[in-house]
């Protein structure tokens, strides 16, 4: 009985050379050309080893994650553009919708304007000559940005605390056997720059791009120079030893005295959710425990292959 | 109560069933051996079995080794014949020049002047209508309150208090208001037909005309695309109000020197199919008044500086075609400059460009310059209600006062300038 059913629907796939499988197969496709799809225009940020920089945009080199954000509107972040791009809001929820953090949620609709942390010269010679159009509040970071351009090619970079519209700026490349008198806003290498100079968006590798002291009226200082290297005193009061190629730009970043968020309702606009739980407030009666100060930190590109190839023998 | 029934009461097997095929799955019963199968066998004949030559089984089927790709996702991408093969600066509406009318200078290569020509400053009150700071005001009575338009407004947003929640209101849009006033502005000025026939036989006005021009500037093409509101037309063009002097000083004159930045900062770089150059009438209407001579243009919410570039932009490329259509391609200065007004007009202002073109050679900066004068002046102004000072905490209607008189009578004399005296 169940034989005689089954065939008839059977016949009419057998008839035209179909089956369960090719149905299922068919879906299968489907799905793996969405993916396909997908994955070709996925932008694939890595790591990059100094050896292919090449044809990779300067702004771009030290990306290290992919925001997911960006990924699902097909916004490729190695393309650079000075135009804000929206920025969607996680609600505290990862891509599979799990909570990952329960005080996020809610604020004000904000911009994601992208900012170049590098200030490469054109060559150790000619300098990058820039003029600033405008400075403005950044909603994603305490610090301003300004928008600077030369010929035809604008981006955003950290404001310095002095930077005004009209102001021209310039990123050297030189190191001269005297430091340089360098004016506030300008760029140098580490080395170039005189011992006790106050600096801020330092990078921990050449071309890299800043890394250290961007937060908003942050600055870091150089302390000592001991041979190819220049040992530098970052916010957090930690030393580290970096290459005297690294570039820095001189002075403080921008928004010195920031604005107290005042109330717990303000807190909310900025898409911070309340802590919940009783917060219980230390005595001291204890005393503090005093820690040793921090080792220092010596920081060197990976450009040969062995590490016992990078000691001196 | 529910009533047993032998349906009630049945056993249930379907779902038995079910399991049970599941579990030792689906197969033929054989039929059991019959008699006449038994006595052939004994006696030794061959029996072939006729039922695949009578219903022979379909072939099998085997998946192929690549699958083809879906039809709805990997479309062939459209076949377009056409090639963008030049690369160009293109500039609309959207696009704001950063440095405002110096930038604007800078690409069209012109001298700026602040105020009027004095031409016209001479015929500014010379030439008015009865009772005419009435009738204007009638203008702006209609424009803001008479017109029984309700539709929703935006939300208003008051910096001296910043967060108060407003009322939702419902009036007349800027927009709308802005289209009354320069409708009235033009029937105003037009009425001076009556004593001068001249402006109503030979003057016409075209609503809604657009323009795409492009022209090389210092080895790149820049492409202007705007859509202007009203345009006048007449049989013959204006008179230029710079003279021979004028014109031979403004070599003197030097231009905005912007470096590090590029003039074209601001443009977007676009490929296109085809050059186009249209705006000049003669091509267009076919009709001998195809000279242009005023054009109105409504702005869209931006600040003064930024208008007066665009509307620059505009008029410019307006007076290119003009002279390309009277002198040919490739002119270096021009026998007679071409003349244009250019008036655009905000929600409380109006802003007066007059622009005469002297050269068509944009190579470099030297040698002589366009001119152009810049002039504005704001109507009236509009004290809006203050909801959170009022008693009852209700929105009221707003105040309009500070009526300046001056506006349309600069409107008027360069409306009528050559054609009287």
């Not at chain 2, 479309?75 to 030049?86: G, L, M, N, S, V």
Request: glycine share 6%.
């Amino acid at each position: 009985m169940m034989a005689s059913t089954i065939i008839p629907a059977c016949k009419h796939m057998l008839s035209q050379n179909l089956s369960g499988w090719t149905v299922l197969a068919q879906r299968l496709s489907f799905i793996r050309s969405i993916s396909s799809a997908r994955n070709k225009e996925l932008p694939v940020i890595t790591k990059i080893k100094p050896e292919e920089r090449e044809g990779v945009a300067p702004h771009a080199i030290g990306y290290k994650k992919i925001k997911a954000k960006f990924l699902l509107q097909g916004v490729d972040l190695n393309k650079y553009t000075h135009v804000p791009i929206p920025y969607p809001k996680t609600g505290g929820r990862s891509w599979s919708g799990r909570v990952f953090n329960k005080r996020i949620g809610g604020g004000h609709k904000q911009r994601y304007r992208m900012v170049d942390f590098t200030r490469n010269p054109i060559s150790e010679t000619e300098p990058l000559v820039e003029k600033v159009l405008e400075v403005r509040y950044d909603p994603l970071r305490s610090a301003d940005i300004a928008l600077v351009c030369k010929d035809n090619h604008k981006r955003w970079i950290i404001a310095g605390s002095t930077m005004k519209k009209g102001d021209i700026i310039k990123s050297c490349g030189e190191i001269p056997t005297l430091p340089v008198m360098a004016k506030e806003g300008d760029a140098h290498p580490v080395g170039a720059l005189p011992i006790g100079s106050v600096v801020y968006n330092i990078e921990k590798f050449e071309r890299h791009g800043g890394v250290v002291a961007r937060a908003g009226g942050c600055s870091g200082s150089i302390l000592k120079k001991i041979g190819d290297n220049v040992i530098i005193k970052m916010p957090s009061n930690q030393e580290i030893s970096i290459s005297k190629y690294c570039m820095a730009t001189v002075g403080r970043v921008s928004n010195i005295e920031k604005q107290p968020i005042g109330s717990a309702q303000r807190h909310r606009w900025f898409g911070v959710r309340p802590a919940s739980g009783l917060y219980q407030k230390k005595s001291g009666y204890h005393g503090r425990k005093i820690k040793a100060p921090k080792k220092l930190i010596t920081y060197e590109l990976h450009t040969k292959t062995k590490i016992s190839d990078m000691f001196d023998s | 109560m529910v009533r047993l029934s032998s349906i009630l009461c049945r056993s249930r097997f379907a779902r038995q069933q079910k399991q049970a095929f599941q579990r030792k799955g689906v197969y033929y019963v054989r039929n059991s051996p019959s008699l006449s199968q038994g006595i052939l066998q004994e006696s030794g004949a061959n029996v072939a079995d006729p039922r695949p030559e009578i219903n022979p089984p379909p072939p099998e089927w085997i998946p192929p080794a690549e699958m083809l790709d879906d039809f709805r996702i990997n479309f062939p991408p459209p076949q377009d014949h056409r090639k963008k093969d030049k690369s160009i600066w293109h500039l609309s509406s959207r696009i704001s020049l950063t440095e405002g009318i110096d930038q604007a200078c800078l690409l069209t290569k012109t001298q700026r002047f602040n105020g009027l020509p004095p031409q016209i400053e001479r015929l500014v009150d010379k030439y008015s209508l009865t009772n005419q700071d009435e009738k204007i005001k009638d203008v702006i009575r209609h424009a803001m309150t008479w017109n029984n338009t309700n539709k929703k407004l935006p939300r208003r947003i008051d910096f001296e208090r910043p967060g108060y929640v407003f009322t939702r209101e419902y009036g007349i849009p800027n927009y709308k208001s802005i289209c009354i006033m320069l409708e009235n502005y033009i029937r105003l000025s037009q009425s001076f037909g009556g004593a001068y026939p001249e402006l109503t036989a030979s003057r016409r006005l075209v609503c809604k005309p657009s323009i795409e021009t492009s022209y090389e500037y210092q080895n790149e093409t820049i492409e202007i695309r705007a859509l202007n509101d009203y345009i006048v037309n007449d049989r013959r063009p204006l008179n230029p109000l710079g003279n021979d002097q004028m014109i031979a000083e403004s070599v003197n004159h030097e231009l905005l020197d912007m470096y590090p930045v590029s003039p074209t900062v601001d443009l977007l770089r676009t490929d296109i199919y085809e050059d186009l150059n249209r705006g000049a009438f003669k091509e267009m209407l076919r009709i001998p008044c195809s000279h242009p001579q005023i054009v109105f243009r409504i702005n869209s919410g931006r600040g003064r500086e930024a208008n007066q570039a665009f509307n620059l932009m505009t008029t410019f490329g307006i007076a290119i075609t003009e002279a390309r259509s009277r002198y040919g391609i490739g002119m270096g200065k021009l026998e007679v400059p071409v003349t244009i007004i250019n008036m655009n007009i905000s929600f409380n202002r109006i802003n007066y460009i007059v622009f005469q073109l002297n050269t068509m050679d944009f190579d470099n900066d030297e040698g002589i310059k366009n001119l152009a004068w810049f002039d504005s002046e704001l109507m009236f102004r509009k004290h809006p209600c203050k909801q959170w000072l009022e008693a009852d905490n209700k929105i009221k209607p707003a105040v309009y006062n500070d009526y300046n008189k001056k506006a349309f009578s600069k409107f008027l004399a360069l409306y009528l300038y050559d054609y009287v005296n």
